[in-house]
């Protein structure tokens, strides 16, 4: 609704600026004096000026709503968010977190919002994306994308539409819970193919600041690989095994917990991150709004007031003449 609403006060306001008349008495309440002196416009109507106050004054209120409701709900999310860490951590310690891993199936799963109006987080994951893209390209390599947001949609259907996967949006419809970020990962780990899931994500730290962020996980198989290798998986060998169940299956059930994981807290940061940045930019708006109306004020003023000593100077004539 909001949305709504702030689109059909900019189309109200951006109406009279792209209309083909040669001089537009909207330009001259703008425009400096000696613009105005150029064009040729010596005064400007009262009336178009308090319709573009109005209309400022109407975005200003929408805007200052649109910044309340954010705070609100990053105030709910931010909880989350913050028990959601220690969901994750664990696994980071056991299984490792390897973006320079080399495998040939890479898979990038892109989480971002399903609205705007929130500053640049978006831009920012497609961004990190792509350059993912390109790294872990070659000949014997493939990169395909999963999507979450659908932002991040809109932006790679352009020129990767060929490497999407799977789409996923309305994340945020009803209320984050874990139980719904697990059947997404589930869908993912069944319909997708991967030797390592990259989880690009921007991560919450203040209100106005957010750092883009990447998860790595990785397959069974390559988990047991690297472990047999040496290196930071190394102490998987170290660990005993108790039950019937083999390391193989262990690892299995490990990974895709780690992933529904690791996504859930992606998601939970991501919103966070999306709440806060679209707190500043409606701050800015509602700032820059009352910026617009304090110079539509001062224009008002001056017209009114112009208008005004026009009118005394015509009766002052007026009456001199009759006297004469």
Same mark, same amino acid.
């Not at 999963?146 to 659908?150: D, K, S, T």
């Not at 994340?171 to 009803?174: A, E, F, G, I, V």
């Not at 993912?188 to 193919?193: A, Q, W």
């Not at 208008?307 to 026009?310: C, D, L, P, Q, R």
């Given at each position: #609704?909001?949305m709504?609403?702030?689109?059909?006060?900019?189309?109200?306001?951006?109406a009279p600026i792209i209309s083909?008349r040669?001089?537009?008495?909207?330009?001259?309440s703008?425009?400096? /004096?000696e613009?105005?002196s150029?064009?040729? =416009?010596?005064s400007?109507?009262?009336?178009?000026v308090?319709n573009? #106050?109005k209309?400022?004054k109407? +975005?200003q209120?929408?805007?200052?709503a649109?910044?309340m409701?954010a705070?609100?709900?990053?105030?709910?999310?931010q909880?989350?968010?913050?028990?959601?860490r220690a969901l994750?951590q664990p696994?980071?310690a056991?299984l490792?977190?390897?973006? /320079?891993?080399d495998? %040939?199936k890479n898979?990038? @799963?892109?989480?971002s919002s399903?609205?705007?109006?929130c500053g640049?987080?978006?831009?920012?994951s @497609?961004?990190i994306?792509r350059?993912l893209t390109? +790294?872990?390209?070659?000949?014997?390599?493939? $990169?395909k994308y @999963? +999507?979450?947001?659908?932002k991040?949609k *809109?932006q790679?259907?352009?020129?990767?539409?060929k490497?999407?996967?799977?789409c996923?949006?309305d994340? &945020?419809?009803?209320p984050?819970?874990y139980t &719904?970020v697990a059947?997404?990962?589930?869908d993912?780990?069944?319909?997708?193919?991967y030797? *390592?899931?990259?989880?690009v994500? !921007? %991560?919450? &730290?203040? =209100?106005v600041?957010?750092?883009p962020?990447?998860?790595? =996980?990785?397959?069974?198989e390559v988990v047991e690989k690297?472990a047999?290798?040496?290196?930071?998986?190394g102490e998987?060998?170290s660990?005993?095994?108790?039950?019937?169940?083999?390391k193989?299956?262990?690892?299995q059930?490990l990974t895709?917990f780690q992933? /529904? $994981?690791v996504?859930f807290?992606? =998601?939970l940061e991501?919103? $966070?991150?999306e &709440?806060?940045?679209? #707190?500043s930019a409606m701050d800015?708006?509602?700032r !820059?709004a009352?910026d617009?109306?304090?110079?539509l004020?001062l224009?008002?003023?001056?017209?009114?007031q112009a208008?005004?000593?026009?009118e005394?100077?015509?009766?002052?004539?007026?009456a /001199?003449?009759?006297?004469?």
């Open positions: #609704m909001a709504a609403a702030l689109r059909r006060e900019g189309r109200r306001i951006a083909p040669p001089i537009n008495p909207l330009r001259s703008i425009v400096p /004096s613009d105005q150029f064009l040729g =416009v010596r400007v109507s009262t009336q178009i308090r573009r #106050m209309s400022v109407n +975005i209120k929408i805007t200052k649109m910044k409701v705070a609100s709900k990053l105030r709910a999310v909880r989350k968010t913050e028990n959601s994750w696994f980071t056991l490792g977190d390897l973006p /320079s891993v495998v %040939k898979v990038i @799963v892109t989480i399903d609205k705007g109006l640049g987080i978006n831009s920012t @497609v961004k994306s350059a390109k +790294i872990n390209s070659g000949p014997d390599k493939e $990169c @999963v +999507i979450l947001g659908e991040a *809109a790679l259907v352009r020129d990767s539409k490497n999407i996967e799977l996923m949006t994340l &945020q419809k009803n984050l819970n &719904q059947v997404l990962a589930d993912i780990l069944k319909n997708v193919e030797d *390592a899931l990259r989880i994500y !921007n %991560k919450f &730290q203040s =209100v600041q957010f750092i962020s990447i998860s790595t =996980v990785l397959s069974p690297e047999e290798a040496g290196g930071s998986l998987l060998d660990y005993e095994i108790e039950g019937a169940e083999t193989s299956e262990i690892l059930n895709e992933f /529904s $994981c996504m807290n992606a =998601v991501n919103a $966070c991150s &709440q806060g940045a679209r #707190m800015s708006s509602s !820059n009352g617009v109306l304090d110079r004020t224009t008002y003023n001056r017209t009114r208008t005004i000593t026009t005394l100077i015509e009766i002052i004539s007026g /001199s003449a009759l006297e004469g």
